[in-house]
């Protein structure tokens, strides 16, 4: 398989990360993936093919990354981060500046409020100087406040990690570009986006799945009750990963959402040894998946069966599969579309609810994508894009 086309076929409009691994599982390659697509955006109602990058286009992107001294990991590569590859939605692509050994230590993601106390802060950092003197990666945002402490102090004796919600060439906020220099020296920075892309509101649930990925637990310092520390809390649990938490004044109202954590089943923190004590050699499948720290979603599937290809052996025919109309696919993609909303749904509610197959919902999902007609979104879910019918 060729790198140049899996970098087209993930940059390809209409292609996120779940449709990627699905086109993956059902071609021999991403240059037959890249052919059949037109047919299968047709499939799901799109008119025109989607876009897909030049082979010179994708060329030109290597070549900026390797001139930063960075590499591309592909989740379907050995070198991808294991822990990450564990999700069902792990980025296609992965630009890395800095040392790629650091994606694959044990890690604990680090994370909280930008608006963080001084305390709140001076614990941060010197909590992550000890995990990071006992041999742990601390990962985290590179956001103010709680993130920006977690990289000083991990810095101050060892390895740590930034995911980035734009480009990895691009410093966000500003102030923190020295910060992200010296972590991409010493450390790692790492993100989805292709260069140059500044980030957006959007671009940071995206991010948070990363800092979630990446480790194998996670620890709240000052979270809000609505924060985005709570979505990377959400998402690390959904991707059976531990959960921790560092205690605060219930009179500080930064401090509630990491409070109710502990208050629902959350590893309490006051040390790194609290999280060391409880920290898996691998993501665990027990433990916190059994307490409701969060709405649950049903438990995932072992794995995504192999969708059923829609046309015969030797190519797309239109709407055929093994030679007969592709009535079931037609069915699925209508009944989704009346399911779904700009709410995200998972994909195992979806099945259980439309009584298909799941290998039908999950190929009906992916024509949909690459028609443009609904969003794959973190957490194996999906939501409709603006009022499109069946």
């Not at 060729?2 to 409009?13: F, K, Q, V, Y």
């Not at 438990?299 to 995504?304: E, F, N, S, V, Y």
């Not at 195992?348 to 609904?374: F, I, K, P, W, Y």
Request: glycine residues 12%; proline residues 9%; contains cysteine.
């Amino acid at each position: 398989m060729s790198d140049l086309d899996r970098l087209r076929l993930a940059r390809t409009e209409g292609v996120g990360p779940v449709t990627y691994r699905r086109l993956l599982r059902r071609y021999p390659d991403p240059a037959t993936a890249i052919a059949a697509l037109p047919a299968l955006a047709r499939a799901g109602g799109r008119a025109t093919a989607p876009p897909v990058p030049s082979a010179g286009s994708a060329e030109r992107e290597f070549d900026r990354i390797a001139r930063l001294g960075g590499r591309l990991l592909f989740v379907d590569r050995p070198d991808y981060p294991p822990c990450l590859a564990l999700l069902d939605d792990a980025p296609p692509v992965l630009a890395v500046l800095g040392q790629v050994a650091a994606l694959r230590g044990r890690a604990v993601a680090l994370v909280g409020s930008r608006n963080a106390s001084a305390n709140g802060q001076r614990l941060a950092e010197l909590l992550a100087q000890e995990l990071a003197q006992e041999g742990i990666v601390v990962v985290s945002g590179l956001a103010r406040g709680i993130d920006a402490a977690a990289h000083e102090g991990a810095l101050r004796s060892g390895l740590t990690v930034a995911a980035v919600a734009g480009g990895v060439d691009v410093p966000y906020p500003p102030e923190h570009a020295r910060l992200q220099a010296r972590i991409a020296a010493e450390g790692a920075v790492v993100g989805e986006l292709p260069l140059g892309t500044q980030p957006q509101a959007r671009h940071f649930p995206r991010r948070n799945r990363i800092i979630a990925g990446l480790a194998l637990g996670v620890v709240v310092v000052e979270a809000a009750i609505r924060s985005g520390s709570l979505i990377t809390a959400r998402l690390a649990q959904e991707a059976n990963r531990e959960l921790f938490a560092v205690p605060g004044s219930p009179l500080d109202p930064r401090c509630r959402g990491a409070n109710d954590l502990i208050r629902n089943g959350a590893h309490l923190v006051e040390g790194a040894a609290d999280v060391l004590a409880n920290l898996p050699d691998h993501p665990a499948r027990e433990g916190l998946a059994r307490v409701p720290l969060f709405a649950r979603p049903l438990p995932p599937p072992a794995g995504l069966p192999e969708p059923p290809s829609y046309w015969p052996q030797g190519g797309p025919e239109g709407g055929k599969q093994g030679g007969r109309e592709d009535g079931d696919g037609a069915r699925a993609r209508g009944v989704l579309l009346q399911l779904l909303g700009p709410a995200p749904t998972s994909v195992d509610d979806l099945a259980r609810r439309c009584q298909l197959s799941a290998a039908t919902v999950n190929s009906a999902l992916m024509d949909l994508e690459l028609a443009g007609r609904v969003a794959a979104l973190p957490g194996n879910r999906f939501a409709l894009i603006g009022e499109a019918g069946p």
